[in-house]
């Protein structure tokens, strides 16, 4: 069983910045890939940003050049800078692993979300 724990949600005043964090914990083996998702009220769940165990990258368009993902192999975790918040930029926001298990086997695994709100 795998766990992903997001952290570093929060209120922000649009131009300002948040730091978001995901830890991975459990039987993996090896986590292949990791991203972030958002999902704000109303609309479908996006591909924000993700990042391979290579350190390859993408990016949704809207944020292309604010928010920059990173990732730390050795604690599992995987980061999310965003500069220069926007209003619409609010949303959940849910970590996401490609996670090849103890068991050989791969999982697809979601963190709960963790709420990112700006104001104009």
């Known amino acids: 069983q795998v766990q992903l724990v997001e952290s570093g949600g929060g209120l922000v005043q649009a131009g300002g910045s948040l730091r978001l964090s995901c830890a991975a914990s459990g039987s993996i083996f090896n986590i292949l890939a990791m991203g972030w998702y958002r999902q704000a009220p109303g609309k479908q769940r996006e591909l924000v940003t993700a990042i391979t165990s290579g350190g390859s990258t993408n990016y949704a368009d809207s944020v292309k050049g604010r928010f920059t993902i990173s990732r730390d192999n050795a604690k599992n975790t995987v980061y999310l800078q965003m500069n220069s918040l926007k209003p619409e930029d609010t949303a959940v926001y849910y970590c996401?692993?490609?996670?090849?298990?103890?068991?050989?086997?791969?999982?697809?695994?979601w963190g709960k979300g963790t709420l990112v709100t700006v104001s104009s």
């Open positions: 996401h692993a490609d996670i090849l298990l103890v068991t050989m086997r791969r999982g697809d695994c």
